[in-house]
């Protein structure tokens, strides 16, 4: 294999629809590792959501969380960026009290929350974390003259979340970007801190080019990704866009698609 680098979405991508890591995939990303390939997971979730990811992959990963805006490679650090405290109070006031919906907020290990509902709850089920419950304004007060939130999330009907997505490019806030990562999780983070900014932080921390590398995905929030990446490959479930600017389009996530294409393709 001729790729020194395997960069993987994690929901809809490496997991199928049960939230399952199918057999064949492990067994190729494994062969992959210990051939000398470096594996890296790029999600909007937390460190800790990854975890038993990595685990249960049974090889070390690199971690590009909070969509790519906190970097991990071991313990240590080796990207960040951070949405401004003011950006996120705004965010809120204009957005989560106007259209009635819980702001998620993230920063580093943590994930806090202003209210919790069936979104929130099922989330907690999913990745095997507690939400914190917290008030923005002491949030905002803690926060003074630090870094801010690494990532803000909105989880609501496909309905809400396309109106405030077209809030958002109408607003056109300077530091922030957004991308949907579902039909129903609306993510916003620092500008130009997307996973094709995570991926090019990897490449310079393993000394690698991004020609070598290889990234998988299916949602918006992919994208960047995909596009950075020497090969981007999207999944057979995947956005009609993502397939549109993609590589090559391979199996769903549901057919051990990441295995299909890394055996095929590559």
Excluded at 66 to 74: D, K
Excluded at 122 to 146: C, D, N, P, S, V
Excluded at 194 to 220: H, P, S, Y
Aim: hydrophobic fraction near 45%; include cysteine; proline fraction near 4%.
């Amino acid at each position: 294999m001729r790729w020194k680098l395997i960069c993987l979405d994690v929901d809809g991508t490496l997991l199928d629809d049960r939230k399952i890591i199918l057999p064949e995939v492990k067994t190729t990303l494994r062969k992959a590792a210990e051939g000398g390939v470096y594996v890296a997971l790029a999600s909007g979730r937390m460190p800790a959501a990854l975890l038993p990811i990595e685990r249960e992959l049974g090889i070390s990963c690199i971690k590009a969380c909070n969509a790519g805006a906190y970097i991990l490679r071991g313990d240590q650090c080796i990207g960040e960026q951070y949405l401004s405290t003011a950006t996120m109070m705004e965010v809120y006031r204009e957005i989560a009290v106007v259209m009635n919906t819980p702001l998620w907020i993230f920063r580093r290990e943590d994930w806090f929350v202003t209210e919790v509902d069936e979104f929130v709850r099922r989330e907690e089920e999913t990745i095997w974390q507690r939400a914190k419950r917290a008030e923005i304004q002491e949030l905002g007060k803690q926060w003074k003259g630090e870094n801010g939130p690494s990532k803000l999330l909105f989880a609501a009907s496909p309905e809400k979340i396309q109106a405030i997505s077209r809030y958002i490019k109408k607003r056109s806030w300077p530091d922030i970007s957004a991308a949907r990562s579902a039909d129903n999780f609306l993510e916003i983070f620092p500008r130009h801190a997307d996973k094709g900014w995570a991926l090019g932080m990897i490449c310079r921390n393993l000394q690698i080019d991004l020609k070598d590398t290889v990234a998988f995905g299916d949602q918006e929030l992919d994208l960047p990704m995909i596009l950075a990446a020497g090969t981007g490959i999207a999944m057979g479930n995947a956005i009609p866009l993502l397939k549109e600017k993609a590589d090559f389009v391979t199996k769903s996530n549901n057919e051990a698609g990441v295995a299909y294409a890394l055996e095929r393709y590559l």
